[in-house]
């Protein structure tokens, strides 16, 4: 969380009671706030997000009962949070555990590291997945780490699923965290996926166009909106099987699942996609692998080029007979 509860003066506002405990803050809705989601209010007079409303739902009551996030606020509703229970989590979040987690290390210097990450494993701490994550394993393993105060993402220039597999780019101190995600601004670092997508491709290259935002009623999914930000993704078909297209993917944009969700959207969606396809069970994983990066290095301006073999359960679906 980017503000200390206890010093940030803003809280208090004009339909905020005063409790004794100062641990805890009480709201009373007016008139402004009728019909107001209850995640969106929190959020709003808290200055955190709504999947962090989300995570703290159980220290939040209405009128002294625990309410649905999607509740209609009504007029002189009593909100009650206690910060305890918030400072604890964003505490631990903070603060993530160092974990002896195996690191496929592809390239390093005293700088930077470029890690193969496995499909399953997050790559940081969320309230609820605490451990297991990759800044856990990077904690433990980069000795050189230069990151002080809050670690929950120490190191991480840039993310991929939980369920994707493939290159990242990791900075040992917040400088080179910040010139890399500047290449990521303007669009000069290359990144490669490849993906098994079902369905057989008619055209050899495609390019899909179309903006991406939150879904208005599935929080965790993304979709195609008009009101989006604007997603721009090149497709090129590498290989058809009988039921399935082994495809490039060039990402101009990095919009939260993007590919996956683009490909769904298109009528070929990613194999073995929990979210986006009705038939993931029949995988054993999803067929999505970040195959290759380009970058500049921030301090020696070499231009560094990295590509990975397909993860085994991947390998194993595309020269198996069921594609």
């Not at 962090?52 to 949070?81: F, G, M």
């Not at 193969?116 to 980069?142: D, F, Q, W």
């Amino acid at each position: 969380m980017s503000e200390d509860f206890e010093n940030n003066d803003d809280l208090l506002g004009d339909d905020e009671i005063d409790l004794s405990d100062e641990n805890k803050k009480s709201f009373i809705i007016n008139e402004d706030d009728i019909n107001k989601r209850l995640d969106i209010f929190i959020s709003e007079k808290l200055n955190i997000t709504r999947s962090q409303v989300k995570n703290y739902i159980t220290s939040i009551t209405v009128n002294d009962i625990e309410k649905k996030l999607s509740y209609s606020l009504k007029l002189k509703d009593k909100i009650i949070i206690d910060l305890n229970a918030l400072s604890k989590e964003e505490s631990d979040i903070e603060n993530p555990i160092p974990e002896d987690i195996d690191l496929d290390i592809v390239y390093e210097d005293k700088y930077l590291l470029v890690i193969n990450k496995p499909a399953g494993m997050s790559v940081h701490c969320s309230p609820s997945e605490m451990t297991g994550t990759l800044v856990n394993a990077l904690l433990y393993n980069i000795k050189d780490f230069d990151f002080v105060g809050n670690k929950s993402r120490a190191g991480i220039i840039h993310r991929l699923d939980k369920d994707t597999s493939g290159l990242m780019i990791v900075g040992k101190n917040s400088n080179i965290v910040s010139s890399i995600q500047e290449q990521f601004k303007n669009r000069t670092i290359k990144k490669i996926y490849h993906a098994i997508v079902i369905g057989l491709l008619k055209d050899n290259c495609m390019e899909i166009n179309l903006p991406i935002g939150r879904h208005h009623l599935y929080r965790k999914k993304m979709t195609v909106r008009d009101d989006g930000k604007e997603a721009l993704t090149y497709i090129k078909v590498l290989k058809r099987f009988k039921s399935h297209t082994l495809a490039e993917i060039n990402l101009k944009t990095g919009r939260t699942h993007q590919i996956r969700v683009h490909s769904s959207y298109r009528g070929f969606p990613v194999a073995g996609d929990k979210i986006y396809s009705k038939s993931f069970n029949k995988y054993s994983g999803l067929m999505l692998n970040a195959k290759k990066i380009e970058f500049i290095h921030p301090i020696t301006k070499e231009v560094l080029e990295f590509e990975i073999d397909y993860p085994n359960y991947l390998k194993n679906f595309l020269y198996s007979d069921n594609i």
